[in-house]
């Protein structure tokens, strides 16, 4: 399919690049392509960007068939732009998709309506330190229908900005706050895709957690409220002696291509890299006999991000005497050296538009 193309007759007036602020500043222009029974997705079109005129019945609004993705494109020294692993950004999108009865897109479609998008603002894209353009492609469902069904229709839609650090403590460690009370997802249910009601279900313990000066919240497993499972906003590492552990892919945890990367990474350079399930005790006691090493948490938008602190139960403990550690900087250094071509790129991650 043809993306057709309409430019914006009104460019907005660009912030500057200290003052950004992360999901609060848009690009000139967005992606639109429609779903509809017999036809298909179909009329992918890059327009000015612009509110969407919905009627209130919409089944999205309603019963929560919506899910979305999250990347960013990078500005090189040399001024060129690069993707991070796109293809896999598309192949989660559509396995949430599945997961909430929407139709799945066209993998190269998804792909080159994201590079097609970037380039027309490429002028969008900040090229100081640490800023990118943030890309979110979305699909929800928009039958004017009140009842609980999948929907026939749908839009699916990117719309980009630009962005500095999303934690306003940046690379410097974080103090996370562990839930003991709610519940995030269990298995079989959304916690491993990118569905917006996933979401929802952790706004209550994210605010709670703030009110408490926590930057965000590590979920415990919704049945025994014991083993690990992510960050609100990310997917979490720990370093526990010489090994490095992140909680197994159950069903009910985000399958993130930062957590990917990282541990393709960490292998490569000949560390012990476990997936398997540990507990909130387990993180203790290894603080406690000396050999909790770093914890830190791995996403698309903070990239790394190491952790300081934990509160579990009201017991506060210090990680790493509150630095980064040296496999957190290292991940970091190479991840955004590849990310920003200080790096060569011997992994064929990138893609350039």
């Known amino acids: 399919m043809k993306i057709t193309v309409k430019k914006t007759d009104n460019p907005k007036q660009k912030p500057a690049a200290n003052k950004l602020v992360f999901g609060s500043t848009f690009s000139d222009h967005m992606f639109i392509c429609d779903y ?18 919905l009627p209130p019945s919409i089944m999205t609004i309603h019963y929560g068939q919506s899910i979305f993705e999250g990347l960013k ?8 732009v690069n993707l991070f692993r796109p293809v896999e950004n598309i192949r989660r999108l559509n396995a949430s998709c599945l997961r909430v009865c929407i139709p799945p897109v066209d993998e190269q479609l998804g792909v080159d309506a994201i590079k097609a998008l970037v380039d027309i603002d490429r002028d969008w ?18 039958d004017p229908y009140i009842g609980v069904r999948p929907s026939n229709t749908y839009s699916f839609v990117i719309i980009t900005g630009p962005v500095g650090a999303y934690y306003k403590e940046g690379i410097n460690p974080v103090k996370i706050y562990v839930e003991s009370n709610y519940v995030r997802a269990v298995i079989g249910g959304l916690g491993e895709v990118k569905a917006s009601a996933n979401y929802a279900a952790s706004l209550k313990a994210q605010v709670d957690a703030k009110e408490k000066g926590y930057t965000q919240v590590l979920w415990l497993d919704g049945i025994k409220k014991k083993y690990i499972e992510e960050v609100g906003t990310m997917n979490v590492f720990f370093v526990i002696g010489d090994e490095v552990v992140t909680p197994a892919l159950t069903g009910s945890i985000l399958p993130g291509i930062t957590r990917k990367s990282s541990m393709e990474l960490i292998r490569s350079w000949g560390y012990t890299m476990s997936e398997r399930c540990i507990s909130i005790d387990e993180i203790y006691e290894a603080f406690d006999k000396g050999i909790l090493r770093e914890v830190f948490g791995t996403g698309t938008a903070a990239v790394i991000s190491p952790v ?23 991940l970091y250094d190479t991840m955004t050296g590849i990310q920003y071509g200080k790096i060569p790129d011997t992994l064929g991650w990138i893609e350039t538009v």
């Open 73 to 80: 494109a990078y500005k090189t020294d040399d001024k060129k």
């Open 36 to 53: 509809s029974p017999g036809k298909g997705w179909h009329d992918p079109r890059i327009i000015p960007y612009q509110n969407l005129s």
């Open 308 to 330: 300081g602190e934990l509160n579990w139960n009201g017991r506060v403990i210090t990680i790493n005497n509150g630095k980064i550690g040296p496999i957190s900087q290292r």
């Open 125 to 142: 894209i900040p090229d100081e330190a640490d800023t990118s353009l943030y890309i979110r492609p979305f699909i929800f469902a928009t």
